[in-house]
């Protein structure tokens, strides 16, 4: 009987989501010199990349250099992409480990977290996130209607997302046009009537969570000035000595007054930066149509800034109101599962059930084990960690019962689920180039599962 390991019997580990993660993970696993590994990795949908795809801004398509290392990946040998399968539903974790002597679950963090505020249910409150997804041509969010007639946007929180879905809002259909911005967002957003964009942070400049070239942006777009109160940029002694600690937030800060000496400027949008202020209830009969916010002060709790509410309120006019205070994970069937944190209990990418209890051969990377935080990048070093891991634990490994290649195959086929393979992928990929070429744009996204079906 050949080793685990071995040429004639590589160790099969499946990974669950194929977003920046997982394939950070896989590239690791097959690159692992003391041991031959095969690995196949599975999404829900028919395409690879998750949020490099469906959630890196269109207008920002340096951040999609990395696909050109997952694509190496793909194609090269012991590697199988199976898209179109749905964890739980199409295969289950017990069918995984009989099929694989490892398994990896790279699901990403697909919920977020919610104001808690009276109203929030209210037509025209939805998370960044769906807004994202949206525009990005998610087949799951293509059918969604973002009411963009309104006159005045409130976007909650101050990070890079949030930075995004603003800076949508306020570009011009010109400014857009040549990105691979989904073709529904786009019609959608050439008739928007948005003239006021309102980003609320409820802590200082100095705590603000975007990067330099995030909200520079905002002072270089056709269409739209940047607004900010030089009173907003006023700072509390612990918020001043971070500039110094910081060069990121004192760029930030810098930015930030050269807009508030720019004044209102003459554009149709305006784009207002308020800081030191949380929505506290949405206010609407039958859909949003103004937020009540509150002044936060910022109090030193033990070195740390805390945002506290005062007794001062303000109402803003808002048809439209887009929420980015975090994100978690969702629990997944048979998989142990933190509520607190929204992650899956795990030491350094070894899963464990709450009580601390390892769960042998299951694995977690990237922001299902360590929560949202980070940029794409950040993943690398994450998923890296827990194949060093996987790879020590290899030699203690239970055999997968069926590891043959062709059982998953045969598992899938009797179950009726039509998979997508990579080389299908670079079918929908060549079709969505050309068809983004006749229409003078870099592509032209499929935004549907049966368009994509349909086409292989």
């Not at 070093?381 to 043959?404: F, I, Q, R, S, Y």
């Amino acid at each position: 009987m050949s080793s685990l390991g071995s040429p004639d019997r590589p160790l099969r580990v499946a990974i669950v989501g194929a977003g920046p993660s997982g394939f950070f993970a896989a590239g690791a696993l097959l690159k692992a010199k003391e041991m031959t590994i095969s690995v196949d990795l599975f999404d829900k949908l028919p395409t690879p990349f998750g949020l490099v795809r469906f959630g890196v801004a269109p207008d920002h398509p340096s951040i999609r250099k990395v696909l050109k290392a997952f694509d190496v990946t793909a194609n090269g040998p012991n590697f199988r992409f199976f898209g179109n399968v749905a964890f739980g539903d199409d295969v289950t974790l017990e069918e995984l480990r009989r099929h694989y002597d490892q398994v990896l679950l790279t699901t990403g963090a697909a919920s977020d977290r919610k104001l808690g505020i009276d109203g929030e249910d209210l037509p025209g409150s939805y998370s960044a996130t769906e807004f994202v997804s949206w525009y990005n041509g998610h087949p799951d969010f293509a059918d969604r209607t973002f009411d963009l007639s309104v006159r005045d946007v409130v976007v909650v929180g101050v990070g890079n997302v949030a930075m995004d879905v603003a800076r949508i809002l306020a570009k011009s259909p010109d400014e857009l046009v040549g990105t691979d911005i989904a073709q529904h967002a786009l019609d959608a957003l050439k008739a928007s009537k948005v003239e006021n964009i309102t980003i609320l942070s409820r802590r200082g400049p100095a705590q603000a969570k975007f990067t330099n070239p995030e909200v520079k942006e905002f002072g270089e777009l056709a269409i739209a000035d940047p607004v900010v109160d030089a009173a907003d940029l006023e700072l509390d002694p612990i918020s001043a000595a971070s500039l110094d600690e910081s060069k990121t937030t004192r760029r930030n800060v810098e930015i930030l007054k050269e807009f508030s000496e720019r004044g209102a400027g003459n554009k149709a949008r305006k784009v207002h930066f308020r800081f030191l202020y949380s929505p506290v209830e949405l206010l609407g009969d039958g859909a949003v149509r103004q937020v009540k916010i509150v002044r936060n002060v910022l109090e030193d709790t033990d070195g740390t800034l805390d945002a506290v509410p005062t007794d001062v309120f303000e109402t803003l006019d808002c048809g439209l109101i887009l929420r980015s205070v975090g994100y978690k994970g969702v629990a997944l069937p048979d998989v142990p599962y933190n509520a607190r944190k929204g992650t899956i209990p795990n030491s350094e990418g070894r899963v464990h059930d709450n009580d601390g209890v390892a769960v042998a051969g299951l694995y977690v990377a990237g922001w299902a084990k360590r929560g949202p935080s980070g940029v794409i990048g950040t993943n690398k070093t994450c998923a890296v960690e827990t194949v060093n891991h996987m790879l020590a634990d290899a030699v203690l490994a239970c055999a997968a019962p069926n590891p043959a290649p062709t059982g998953i195959v045969e598992l899938l086929q009797a179950k009726g689920v039509r998979f997508v393979s990579y080389q299908d992928w670079q079918k929908l990929d060549a079709h969505e180039l050309a068809q983004g070429e006749a229409a003078g744009r870099p592509r032209l996204k499929l935004t549907s599962v049966e368009a994509m079906l349909a086409l292989l």
